[in-house]
């Protein structure tokens, strides 16, 4: 089992950029693929980007591309997003999920794949 703590949320202006954060407990995490997530108010949550265990492979939704981007440092047991250029419909809950795949490397857009999910961190956008 993992644990999945995300920070480095919280409020920017229009145009600001975050990384945000998401540590993982264990000595298991490089046997995970990862992903981020996100929740507007009110909306369904939806795939932004995931990384296979030792980030030889990236997805993006189309949505995610050329403004974020996914890494992940498996001596830290964490997972980062960047995200740049930061807009008001970026406000969202934001999401960390763990996609355990000890002999595989695929990278998955699909919440039923996801086996542990952090508890998300707000990000907020003004305009």
């Known amino acids: 089992q993992v644990q999945l703590v995300e920070s480095g949320g919280g409020l920017v202006q229009a145009g600001g950029s975050l990384r945000l954060s998401c540590a993982a407990s264990g000595r298991t995490f490089s046997m995970y693929a990862m992903g981020w997530f996100r929740q507007p108010t009110g909306k369904e949550r939806e795939f932004l980007t995931a990384i296979s265990r030792y980030g030889t492979s990236t997805r993006y939704a189309d949505s995610a591309k050329g403004r974020f981007t996914i890494s992940r440092d498996n001596a830290k047991n964490t997972v980062y997003l960047q995200v740049s250029s930061l807009q008001p419909e970026d406000t969202a809950v934001y999401f960390c999920?763990?996609?355990?795949?000890?002999?595989?490397?695929?990278?998955?857009?699909?919440?039923?794949?996801?086996?542990?999910w952090g508890q998300g961190t707000q990000v907020t956008v003004s305009s």
């Open positions: 999920a763990a996609d355990w795949q000890p002999l595989g490397s695929s990278v998955s857009s699909k919440e039923y794949d996801y086996d542990y």
